[in-house]
């Protein structure tokens, strides 16, 4: 079984962008984090964020019917490199909804989940139209091996394509949030689900399309909520900076949607932080 090239881009994309803002790469005109040495990591707010509250929206209020799924045999998994991950914990949940008292809304086009009311989503500005050119070369090379078939337009020229456009045209959702108080941030990426995939591939190959240097501390098959999910958590090294992050990967299958969740901060902070993140991806919802 082999994944779809925008599996793994986007599993790609999210740790990049999310190892961006830990390691200070963030778009011109954004300050600059502090330096780790004077504190923890800032996630530094970009200027046009304000602390106009957001407005309250009602939680759901009925409890999903939660549908026996079959469940993975966990099994030993390694990298391309031979490198043998921990053989995953299977942890089975009792079917009831996260408590997300004075928590907010956050929509995509497939989806919904919640996050402390601190969280903002951010404009990736500069990030987001690398990834639109990340993408526009996928196509490209798409096209290109199809181009026996297709009989080229005399003078057409190529139009830039915006990131909506081009999350749209590849049914992708893309989105970042991060916490105002610069503790932690999530980003969401969401894809058709591949076919043929489990979850131990899928979350292997999240892990494997990491390019710095990561540990892997724990992996997990989670069953008994809304949709079956995988977990592992990380511990990220990047290879330019030097600097260390925590991670908490989500994978979460539901129906013919994939969704990628990956939750990072401060490695002193993580262990605090990881029941909100739990919350959080345990509130999402297809739509």
Do not use: H
């Not at 497939?110 to 993408?135: I, K």
């Not at 069953?223 to 290879?239: F, I």
């Amino acid at each position: 079984m082999q994944l779809s090239p925008i599996t793994r881009l986007t599993a790609s994309l999210s740790l990049l962008v999310l190892a961006a803002v830990g390691c200070g790469a963030l778009p011109a005109g954004v300050p600059a984090p502090p330096d780790p040495e004077g504190g923890a990591l800032g996630i530094t707010l970009p200027p046009a964020w304000t602390d106009t509250p957001s407005p309250t929206i009602a939680l759901p209020t009925e409890t999903p019917t939660v549908t026996p799924r079959p469940t993975e045999a966990p099994r030993q998994l390694q990298t391309t490199q031979g490198v043998p991950l921990p053989t995953a914990v299977v942890v089975s949940l009792d079917g009831e909804e996260p408590d997300l008292s004075g928590w907010k809304r956050i929509d995509t086009k497939s989806a919904f989940f919640f996050v402390p009311e601190s969280y903002q989503v951010v404009d990736m500005g500069e990030l987001g139209e690398a990834m639109v050119l990340l993408m526009q070369v996928f196509a490209e090379g798409m096209v290109e091996a199809f181009s026996s078939l297709v009989t080229p337009v005399p003078g057409g020229t190529a139009t830039p394509v915006s990131l909506d456009e081009m999350s749209a045209s590849l049914q992708l959702d893309l989105l970042m949030a991060a916490d105002a108080g610069g503790g932690s941030a999530v980003f969401l990426v969401g894809e058709p689900r591949p076919t043929d995939a489990d979850l131990q591939t899928m979350l292997l190959k999240a892990i494997e399309d990491n390019q710095n240097e990561v540990r892997v501390e724990r992996t997990e098959l989670i069953y008994g909520g809304r949709y079956p999910m995988a977990r592992a958590l990380l511990e990220v090294r990047d290879n330019e900076s030097g600097q260390l992050s925590r991670q908490a990967l989500y994978l979460i299958a539901g129906g013919d949607r994939l969704w990628t969740l990956s939750y990072q901060s401060d490695p002193e902070p993580f262990d605090g932080l990881l029941p909100i993140f739990e919350r959080s991806a345990m509130s999402l919802q297809a739509q």
